[in-house]
């Protein structure tokens, strides 16, 4: 199985956070549903994604979430799902890493697997994605 590296950009196009606990408990849960807009190597417009956030501090903490994309992947139509897992910190750095759910490919994206990740800085729109994957 070839292995395939591509980049992609994602907006976010809505972010609707709600507090699980208390907000002036510390550490503090959160809940966010979120939509993306992805373009490159990755198309997929109005994706479904679901975080969960704790905030250690105000600014700083980690973040675990589910992501369906529906779309394409270097041309190749499908869906798929991504488990992500990252951090925030007090300079406004969030990183992510990734991983294709196993057997979440659909269409031409059948069998897909991959990792990825990205690094953005708190307030920048375009947030650019690394992904590297193998198809069947």
Known sequence: MA???TTAVFTFSSWDEKNVTDAERSPRLAHAAVVNNYSGGIEAEGTACQYVLTYAAETRGSFCGMELLTGSV???EGTFVIHQ???FDEEGV???SFDVVPGSGT???AGLAGTG???VHEGEKDVKVSFTYQLD
């Open 94 to 96: 969030i990183r992510c």
């Open 3 to 5: 292995e395939h590296s």
């Open 117 to 119: 990740g990205f690094e």
């Open 74 to 76: 270097d041309g190749r």
């Open 107 to 109: 269409g031409d994206l």
């Open 85 to 87: 897992n990252g951090t």
